[in-house]
T-cell receptor, first 113, second 113 residues
Framework: KAGVTQTPRYLIKTRGQQVTLSCSPI?????VSWYQQTPGQGLQFLFE???????NKGNFPGRFSGRQFSNSRSEMNVSTLELGDSALYLC????????????FGQGTRLTVV | GESVGLHLPTLSVQEGDNSIINCAYS??????FIWYKQESGKGPQFIID?????DKRQGQRVTVLLNKTVKHLSLQIAATQPGDSAVYFC????????????FGTGTRLKVLA
């Protein structure tokens, strides 16, 4: 059974640009959550999608957005990139019911220069 | 490799000894907890979970203890091996009708040969 797949693994962008990251969850999983990981802030919740609907959102500005497709694949977009957006972006896949484990992908390392 | 935290608390353990990693969680209403292991350059990997109606749960070489009175979790690793070297995170799920995890800051485990 394939795990969570995130693409691309590494990305370098310039301030002001926008970026789209992709996540393919484990087959059968309908929930996809996104997290930002930085040395200073640790793992911070961005948002969670279930059956193409955003169910929960963390405390990030509106420049961070996402969506989920009918096949459960998800994308997140960051517009008008800032240097502080440099981070490891992690996607987690789960069945989506309360109290079920979430499985993470390898992450996308975004560097904003 | 990628650093997941430059100022994480570090636990150094001799190979073959037992390790105990502690975590204080934030919300007394949290009812589900997971321990994750993150190696350099990889996403967090599920280790073991526990529900709030339990005090202890055992896996292969790992045991999680939950003390709801003081909002404390611990992860015990028996006969620690070099491959256990990683950053360990606890995550709590708050039953707010939504699905999101709050992660602790992490502890770096170093296994000494």
């Amino acid at each position: 059974k394939a795990g969570v797949t995130q693409t691309p693994r590494y990305l370098i962008k310039t301030r002001g640009q926008q970026v789209t990251l992709s996540c393919s969850p484990i087959s059968g999983h309908r929930s996809v959550s996104w997290y930002q990981q930085t040395p200073g802030q640790g793992l911070q919740f961005l948002f969670e999608y279930f059956s193409e609907t955003q169910r929960n959102k963390g405390n990030f500005p509106g420049r961070f957005s996402g969506r989920q497709f009918s096949n459960s694949r998800s994308e997140m977009n960051v517009s008008t990139l800032e240097l502080g957006d440099s981070a490891l972006y992690l996607c987690a896949s789960s069945l989506g019911h309360m109290n079920t484990e979430a499985f993470f992908g390898q992450g996308t390392r975004l560097t904003v220069v | 490799g990628e650093s997941v935290g430059l100022h994480l608390p570090t636990l150094s353990v001799q190979e073959g000894d037992n390790s105990i990693i502690n975590c204080a969680y934030s919300n007394s209403a949290s009812d589900y907890f997971i321990w994750y292991k993150q190696e350099s350059g990889k996403g967090p990997q599920f280790i073991i979970d526990i529900r709030s109606n339990m005090d202890k749960r055992q896996g292969q070489r790992v045991t999680v203890l939950l003390n709801k009175t003081v909002k404390h979790l611990s992860l015990q690793i028996a006969a620690t091996q070099p491959g256990d070297s990683a950053v360990y995170f606890c995550a709590e799920n708050i039953p707010s009708g939504t699905y999101k995890y709050i992660f602790g800051t992490g502890t770096r485990l170093k296994v000494l040969a």
